[in-house]
Protein backbone atom coordinates (compact mmCIF):
# COMPACT_ATOMS: atom_id res chain seq x y z
CA UNK A 1 0.00 0.00 0.00
CA UNK A 2 2.98 2.00 0.74
CA UNK A 3 4.36 2.03 -2.73
CA UNK A 4 0.72 2.89 -4.37
CA UNK A 5 1.25 6.34 -1.96
CA UNK A 6 4.68 6.97 -3.45
CA UNK A 7 4.11 6.61 -6.56
CA UNK A 8 0.73 9.07 -6.42
CA UNK A 9 3.20 11.88 -4.45
CA UNK A 10 6.06 11.00 -7.20
CA UNK A 11 3.37 11.55 -10.09
CA UNK A 12 2.38 14.96 -7.92
CA UNK A 13 5.98 15.83 -7.97
CA UNK A 14 6.27 15.21 -11.46
CA UNK A 15 3.87 17.66 -12.67
CA UNK A 16 4.66 20.10 -10.18
CA UNK A 17 8.52 20.61 -11.44
CA UNK A 18 6.53 20.91 -15.07
CA UNK A 19 4.83 23.09 -14.11
CA UNK A 20 7.60 24.79 -12.91
CA UNK A 21 9.47 24.66 -16.51
CA UNK A 22 6.54 25.87 -18.31
CA UNK A 23 5.37 22.95 -19.54
CA UNK A 24 8.72 22.11 -21.53
CA UNK A 25 8.26 19.15 -23.37
CA UNK A 26 11.36 17.72 -23.48
CA UNK A 27 11.75 18.08 -19.59
CA UNK A 28 8.20 16.90 -19.03
CA UNK A 29 9.27 13.92 -20.87
CA UNK A 30 12.50 13.15 -19.65
CA UNK A 31 10.87 13.45 -15.95
CA UNK A 32 7.60 10.78 -17.40
CA UNK A 33 10.57 8.42 -18.16
CA UNK A 34 12.23 8.55 -15.09
CA UNK A 35 9.33 7.95 -13.00
CA UNK A 36 8.33 5.18 -15.00
CA UNK A 37 11.71 3.62 -14.96
CA UNK A 38 11.99 4.10 -11.45
CA UNK A 39 8.73 3.24 -9.89
CA UNK A 40 8.84 0.30 -12.42
CA UNK A 41 12.43 -0.91 -11.01
CA UNK A 42 10.92 -0.53 -7.19
CA UNK A 43 7.65 -2.83 -7.98
CA UNK A 44 9.43 -4.96 -9.74
CA UNK A 45 12.10 -5.39 -7.02
CA UNK A 46 9.19 -5.55 -4.73
CA UNK A 47 7.86 -8.69 -6.27
CA UNK A 48 10.94 -10.64 -6.53
CA UNK A 49 11.69 -9.93 -3.07
CA UNK A 50 8.59 -11.25 -1.90
CA UNK A 51 8.77 -14.20 -3.93
CA UNK A 52 11.76 -15.20 -2.55
CA UNK A 53 10.15 -14.87 0.54
CA UNK A 54 7.63 -16.71 0.78
CA UNK A 55 9.10 -20.33 1.25
CA UNK A 56 10.66 -18.90 4.16
CA UNK A 57 7.27 -18.02 5.79
CA UNK A 58 6.23 -19.29 9.30
CA UNK A 59 3.01 -18.60 11.04
CA UNK A 60 3.77 -17.46 14.89
CA UNK A 61 0.99 -17.60 17.16
CA UNK A 62 1.51 -15.76 19.87
CA UNK A 63 1.57 -12.40 17.60
CA UNK A 64 -1.43 -14.39 14.77
CA UNK A 65 0.93 -13.39 12.13
CA UNK A 66 3.17 -14.58 9.53
CA UNK A 67 6.64 -13.85 9.83
CA UNK A 68 9.79 -14.55 6.85
CA UNK A 69 12.39 -16.30 8.56
CA UNK A 70 14.93 -15.07 5.99
CA UNK A 71 15.67 -10.98 5.42
CA UNK A 72 14.48 -10.48 1.75
CA UNK A 73 17.80 -9.49 -0.35
CA UNK A 74 16.30 -7.06 -2.32
CA UNK A 75 15.52 -4.83 0.77
CA UNK A 76 17.45 -1.42 -0.35
CA UNK A 77 16.92 -1.31 -4.12
CA UNK A 78 12.87 -0.13 -3.94
CA UNK A 79 14.03 2.72 -1.43
CA UNK A 80 17.15 3.45 -3.97
CA UNK A 81 14.70 3.59 -7.21
CA UNK A 82 13.00 6.30 -5.26
CA UNK A 83 15.76 8.37 -3.82
CA UNK A 84 17.52 8.29 -7.41
CA UNK A 85 13.65 10.11 -8.54
CA UNK A 86 13.41 12.22 -5.75
CA UNK A 87 17.37 13.72 -6.86
CA UNK A 88 16.04 13.77 -10.34
CA UNK A 89 13.45 15.67 -9.25
CA UNK A 90 15.62 18.37 -7.05
CA UNK A 91 18.18 18.39 -9.60
CA UNK A 92 15.49 20.24 -12.02
CA UNK A 93 14.51 22.54 -9.38
CA UNK A 94 17.67 23.75 -8.76
CA UNK A 95 18.37 24.07 -12.18
CA UNK A 96 15.35 26.28 -12.82
CA UNK A 97 16.09 28.58 -9.62
CA UNK A 98 19.53 28.95 -11.19
CA UNK A 99 18.34 28.97 -14.46
CA UNK A 100 15.89 31.74 -14.88
CA UNK A 101 16.77 35.54 -14.32
CA UNK A 102 15.26 36.71 -10.99
CA UNK A 103 14.98 40.22 -9.11
CA UNK A 104 14.18 38.63 -6.39
CA UNK A 105 17.21 36.24 -3.93
CA UNK A 106 17.67 32.78 -4.88
CA UNK A 107 16.33 31.67 -1.67
CA UNK A 108 13.19 33.38 -1.81
CA UNK A 109 13.00 31.69 -5.57
CA UNK A 110 14.18 28.15 -4.29
CA UNK A 111 11.48 28.27 -1.31
CA UNK A 112 8.55 29.49 -3.32
CA UNK A 113 9.62 26.38 -5.62
CA UNK A 114 9.28 23.76 -2.47
CA UNK A 115 12.30 23.56 -2.52
CA UNK A 116 12.27 22.84 1.52
CA UNK A 117 9.86 19.75 0.92
CA UNK A 118 12.28 18.22 -1.77
CA UNK A 119 15.17 18.44 0.88
CA UNK A 120 13.12 16.89 3.70
CA UNK A 121 11.89 13.82 1.39
CA UNK A 122 15.16 12.94 -0.01
CA UNK A 123 16.53 13.01 3.29
CA UNK A 124 14.34 11.05 4.94
Excluded at 20 to 48: D, E
Excluded at 52 to 57: A, F, H
Excluded at 104 to 116: E, F, K
Amino acid sequence: MGVIYIIFSDALAVLYVAALWKRNSSVFRFLVVSFVVTNSGAIISIGISMSMSVPTLRYYPPLNVCVSLKKPSLLAFPWACGLAFDFITLGFILWNAFDRPRCTPLRSTLRGDGIAYFMMVTGT
